[in-house]
C-alpha cells in the first residue's frame, strides 16, 4: 500500500482537501497581480518636453499654441517625445505642414505628461522616457531576477525545513517588500523591492502546489494542477479590475499587497506535509496532521485509530525504494537523460521568454490597457480547457509541439497585421499568449513524466530555473525595439516555433505509459523502443501501489 491509500482511507477528496486547496490556489491567483502588475504601474503615457522656466507665463496664456511652436511633430504628426525646437517656432502657427527644419534639443527641463488616464506611474515620477526609458524594462528584469534567486533558494529550503515554513515567509516577505514599495522614494529603492517581491514567487508557487499535491489523492491531483493554473489566470483578470478602480500606481502597488497579510495570518493554520514530516522521522507530527484530517472529513473514529505503526504500514514499502539524487550532473550522464534535459531546457526558457514577452508590454497593442489586460486573461480560460483534452487523449508530445509552433506563428504573423488594424493585432496576440500559457500547463505534467524517479524532483527544480532565466530575459529581449521594432516579434515567436520542433525530434510520448523509476531503467526503455501500445498494456497489469505513486510523491 501507499501514501494516496492512507489519504483515501481517511475521506479522499474530502472537505480537508477542498478547503486546503482553495487556501492556497487564493494567493497564487493575487500572485499573477504581482507578475503584470508593472504593466499599470510602469504604464508610460503620451509625453512631450516641458517648457522653459522663463516661458511659463507664455505658455499658461495659450498651451495649444505653445505646444505647437515649441515642439516639434513626428513623422505621424504627433508630437515629438524627446525634442523641442531650441527657440520658438512661431512662423509654424502659419504654415500647414507637419515637417520642419529647425534647430531642437532634449529636455533639459523635463516632461509634461498626459494624465488623463493614469494619474501617476514610476514612469512619471522618475521620469522613465527618452535616454532613461530602457530602465522600465530594467525594473521588470529586476522582478525576474528576484524569481530566479527564489526558485534556487526556497527550492532547496523547502526540502530541508518543510514545505510550510518557506511559504509562511514568503507571504510575509511579500506582503511587507510589496506594501514598502508603494513609499519608497528613489527608482533604485523600488527595485530592490521588486526583487524581494520577486523572490517570493517561487517560495509561493513552487511550495503552494507541492502541498496540493501531496495532500490530495491521486484522483484530484490533476484537477488540482489544473486549478492552480486557472488560478493565475483568474488573477491577471483581478488585476485588470483592480487597476482600473484604482488609477495611482501607489495605491494599486499598495491595494495587490496588503491581501497577502491576511493570507500570512491563516497560513498558520495550514498544516505541514505529512509526507515530508514522515520522511524526515517526525512521525508523531505527521500522525497528528493525519488526525485532523480525518476529523475535517468526517472520520474522526478513523482518525483516532491512527498511530505510528499503523501509518508505516501503509507507507513504509514505499519510502525504503527511494533513492534521491545528491548532483546536478546526473540530469547530463548518460545519453538519453542529457538529450531529454538539453530539449527541456530550451522549452522551459523558450515558453518563458516568449509568454512574458507578450504579457508584460501591453500598451504597445494601442487599445485600452485594462481592455487587452483582461482579453489576454479571458482567452487562456478556453486555450488551457483545450490543452487538458488533447493531453489527455492524444497526448503529452503533441500537445505541447503543438501549442508553442501554434504560439510562435501567431506572434510572427502579427507583423503582417496593418498596425490600423489593432483589434485584431490584440487578438491575435492573445490567442499567442494562449497557447503559451496551455504549453505551460502541458510542459510540467510532461516533464515530471519524463524524468526517472530517483532525479524527477532534481529535474523539475533545474527546469524551472531555466524558465525564470526566459522571464528575466523577456524585458531585455523587449528592448531590441530601440533597434526596429521588429526583433522582439521575430525573437518571440522563432525561439517558441524552435522549441516546438525540438519537442516533436527530441522528446517521447509518456502518455498512458508506467513512470520510470532509474536512470538505468530509463536507458534500456530507449534501447529498447516500446511501443504505444505495449505500454498501455504494460500500464493496464502494474498494481495498485504503481498506480497510486505519482512523480512528486516518489521523490520526496
Known sequence: MAFTDLLDAL?????FQIVYTALLLLPCGLLACHTFLQNFTAASPPHHCQHPASHT??????????????????????????????????SLLRLNTSTYEAPTEGCKDGWVFDRSV???????????????RTLRDLAQSVYMAGVLVGAALFGSLADRLGRKAPLVWSYLQLAVSGAATAYVGSFSAYCVFRFLMGMTFSGIILNSLSLVVEWMPTRGRTVAGILLGFSFTMGQ???????????????????????????????????????????????????QNLRKVAVMNGGKEDGERLTTEV???YIQSEFASVRTSNSILDLFRTPAIRKV??????????????????AMDLQKFRLSIYLVQALFGIIDIPAMLVATTTMIYVGRRVTVASFLILAGLMVIANLFVPEDLQT????????????????????????????????????????SVNARLGGLAAPLVATLGEISPVLPP??????????????????????????????????????????????EEKSEEISLQQLGASPLKETI
Not at 11 to 15: F, I, L, S
Not at 67 to 90: K, M, V
Not at 341 to 358: D, E, H, P, R
Not at 496 to 502: C, D, F, K, Q
Request: one cysteine or more.
Open 118 to 132: 493614469f494619474p501617476s506611474t514610476i514612469v512619471m515620477e522618475w521620469d522613465l522616457v527618452c535616454e532613461a
Open 341 to 358: 534535459t538539453c530539449c527541456l531546457m530550451m522549452v522551459w526558457f523558450s515558453n518563458s521568454v516568449a509568454y512574458y514577452g507578450l
Open 311 to 313: 501509518v508505516n504500514s
Open 237 to 287: 483578470l483581478i488585476l485588470a479590475g483592480v487597476a482600473y478602480l484604482i488609477r495611482p500606481w501607489r495605491w494599486l502597488q499598495f491595494a495587490v499587497s496588503a491581501p497577502f497579510l491576511i493570507v500570512f495570518l491563516y497560513s498558520w493554520w495550514l498544516p505541514e506535509s505529512s509526507r515530508w514530516l514522515f520522511l524526515h522521522g517526525k512521525s508523531q507530527q505527521a500522525v
Open 490 to 535: 521575430v525573437v518571440f515567436g522563432a525561439i517558441s516555433v524552435l522549441a516546438g520542433m525540438a519537442v516533436t525530434c527530441f522528446l517521447t510520448e509518456t502518455r498512458n505509459m508506467p513512470l520510470v523509476e532509474t536512470i538505468a531503467a530509463m536507458e534500456m526503455r530507449v534501447k529498447e523502443g516500446p511501443s504505444q501500445k505495449d505500454a
Open 57 to 90: 507665463e507664455a505658455a499658461a496664456n495659450d498651451s495649444g499654441v505653445w505646444l505647437r511652436a515649441t515642439i516639434p511633430l513626428d513623422q505621424h504628426g504627433i508630437p515629438e517625445s524627446c525634442q523641442r525646437f531650441i527657440e520658438p517656432q512661431w
Open 11 to 15: 475521506g479522499g477528496v474530502g472537505r
Open 424 to 463: 485584431l493585432r490584440t487578438v491575435q496576440a492573445a490567442l499567442g499568449k494562449g497557447c503559451l500559457a496551455s504549453s505551460f500547463i502541458c510542459v510540467y505534467l510532461f516533464t515530471g513524466e519524463l524524468y526517472p524517479t530517483e532525479i524527477r524532483q532534481m529535474g523539475m527544480g533545474f527546469a
